[in-house]
């Protein structure tokens, strides 16, 4: 039989790959053994780098764009591959930071919406479920000023059979027990996700995340001036603490609720704190169109919005959460009830869901992002 030059089969595929993490190229050939593999970055020859496929170390924003080629040798010939791109996605939470909400877990089925009403309590094994909702109209919040008349809404997905044990946990109690509420829930395995403070009314509402294994999570709670919550923020992020939750109190201060994580106590984040004022005080938090802008413009920044909050009397809260240093945009897709669609979420990932009330066109917002 006579000797063959190598002949590309399989083509190197573009790759996209969230910073943080290695891309992976691979290459099949075919011809007479042996076969020599040489990768090139950029056209540039990559030192060691000489198998069938060429793993790049974790990439990182300016990586994005960079092309990648392999030429493949024996004695007889060489034959080079056709170029494939790398394509740098924003990052990913560290897997089992569900200070994220899961949000980059493979995704799982919806489940729907339910309510919670006052003085009721609900645990829910292995489901994914969304913070509480804010700022909606009476009857989906305090409809009088008795304890026994509110009602909160939430959402929530199946998560997918590969996913450790998650439930979701919601509850409501008289005010005066807020604070021993949430240490109770502070076991290492639960994240407060949303709370909701109805002074008037003496009533708190919270949402929370729970994992089955203890996994490090440091809760912490303070209350501060809305002229000081930009500040706590940052520092908050300086102290590798995400902020989870977030609360007008009956003063008008704002009760922010953040978690540390034991495995990894050294990444640091920068925080991005919008406070919108209220311009009703009837039925909704603020003017749908800021909203809408404001979260889209966190996700243009690279922002993930880890905590909403707000009241129709004060406005709505909302914190935006990245690793310092990164801006790529983020994924978000935005529905509202004017009806208006706007951006694309991939349906083969989890997505971080958050609903917020406001005033028309729009009204309600519900908005994912990954």
Do not use: K
């Not at 053994?33 to 000489?50: C, D, E, F, H």
């Not at 003085?119 to 009857?139: A, D, K, M, R, Y």
């Not at 304890?147 to 590969?162: E, L, M, R, T, Y």
């Amino acid at each position: 039989m006579s000797a063959l030059a190598p002949n590309i089969t399989t083509e190197p595929a573009t790759q996209s790959t969230p910073v943080g993490q290695m891309a992976i190229f691979t290459v099949t050939a075919s011809g007479t053994a042996p076969l020599r593999y040489q990768w090139s970055l950029n056209g540039t020859v990559i030192n060691g780098a000489i198998g069938s496929s060429y793993t790049t170390p974790a990439v990182v924003p300016t990586d994005s764009g960079s092309s990648f080629e392999v030429t493949v040798t024996n004695d007889i010939g060489s034959a080079t591959s056709s170029a494939a791109s790398l394509i740098v996605l924003p990052r990913a939470p560290q897997l089992g930071d569900w200070r994220f909400q899961g949000m980059d877990l493979l995704a799982g089925t919806f489940s729907g919406g339910t309510d919670l009403v006052s003085f009721q309590s609900l645990s829910l094994p292995n489901f994914l479920g969304t913070p509480l909702e804010v700022g909606l109209e009476f009857g989906w919040d305090c409809g009088s000023s008795g304890p026994s008349d509110c009602v909160w809404n939430f959402f929530g997905f199946n998560p997918p059979s590969a996913v450790a044990a998650v439930g979701s946990l919601y509850s409501n109690d008289s005010f005066d027990n807020l604070n021993s509420d949430l240490s109770n829930l502070a076991s290492g395995n639960t994240i407060v996700t949303s709370v909701d403070l109805e002074p008037a009314n003496q009533i708190f509402a919270y949402g929370a995340l729970q994992i089955s294994q203890a996994s490090g999570f440091e809760f912490s709670s303070q209350t501060v001036s809305p002229g000081q919550l930009q500040a706590t923020a940052t520092l908050l992020g300086g102290q590798s603490r995400v902020i989870t939750a977030l609360a007008y109190d009956a003063e008008g201060n704002v009760f922010v609720v953040s978690y540390g994580w034991q495995s990894d106590v050294t990444t640091v984040y920068s925080t991005q704190a919008v406070i919108i004022p209220s311009n009703s005080t009837n039925v909704a938090t603020a003017d749908s169109n800021v909203i809408l802008a404001a979260i889209t413009n966190l996700a243009n920044q690279g922002y993930i919005i880890t905590a909403m909050g707000g009241n129709a009397s004060n406005g709505l809260l909302i914190i935006g959460t990245r690793v310092q240093g990164d801006n790529l945009s983020r994924p978000i897709e935005v529905f509202t009830t004017a009806p208006s669609h706007q951006g694309q979420v991939s349906s083969t990932l989890q997505s971080l869901w958050g609903t917020v009330g406001g005033v028309t066109p729009a009204g309600t917002i519900q908005f994912a992002e990954q």
